[in-house]
């Protein structure tokens, strides 16, 4: 079956959206109508005027979409695809957490749960986080969460003091410096460039470190020929199509392969989509007071960015 062609016609008759994170597979990017990161994502379905949004990406980010869009009928095509990060933060857990330091402003990286988002005072992405943090006054007390990684950096690089919960991106986390070592080792000319979640050590590796929009244009804009990028796979699609005459190599997960793959981000298929925009389902539902309390969070971060022309 040409899933493409049949999507495409489904896309037009029922006036549908769709919307792909920059980690899906090459086939659905060039099928969306808007490929990108969180932060981008997200200010795509808050503008969005149609009948039907259908979001290859991941559950919090259809969640996010909803909430923006309330009366817009949002489509995940795989309930399934999940996320480790958000995973790592538990309602009850952070919450008590939460009540143990009342002090302390809470800003949740968007790759959390709705549930997480309502307990939330600011909503950040990898993308406007430092530039979030450094907006607030030097002495408020902050609480940032889910991933450590990113907050550790958001720490190192703006001086701050944050408080931390622990919880980590399977697919960043696991990057190792040794295998980064033994790429540079064999690839001299290349540019280590990297995403946020990963580990401290692999950070300070990299001669660049950004979103994965911020690390798509550094390559677009960088004198360089050869990027070693410390991420998910996916974004290697983006990067040769922008850049045909550059050398894209990602850090592998382990020793066994060449690459880097989020195993919920790669749930998502042209046939999932095809059905999801045939079949108007599996539709995201929410309970409309916790939409309402969680879409707060995140319309401050977006008129923060906005404010700081953030895009």
Known sequence: MDYREKILKLKKEKNALIL???YQIPEIQ????????????????????????????????????KMLNPETLVVLPDMEAG????????????????????DHLVISYINTTAAIKTLTDIVCTSGNAVQIVESLPKDQKIIFAPDKNLGGYINRITGRNMLLWNGTCEVHDILSTEAILKMKEDNSDASIIAHPECNAPVLELADYIGSTTGMIKFTQIDSHKKYIVATESGIIHQMQKLSPEKEFLIVPSDSTCSCNDCPYMKLNTLEKLYLALKNETPSINMDKEIMELANKPILRMLD???????I
Do not use: R, W
């Open 304 to 310: 923060i960015s906005k404010k700081l022309k953030i």
């Open 83 to 102: 996320c480790s990060l958000a995973d790592s933060c538990p309602y009850d857990d952070f919450l008590n957490f939460k009540n143990s330091h009342p």
């Open 30 to 65: 060039e099928l969306a109508d808007y490929v990108g990161d969180s932060l981008g994502l997200a200010q795509k379905a808050a503008e969005a005027d149609v009948d039907m949004i259908v979001f290859a990406g991941v559950h919090f980010m259809a969640e996010t979409a």
């Open 20 to 22: 792909a994170h920059f």
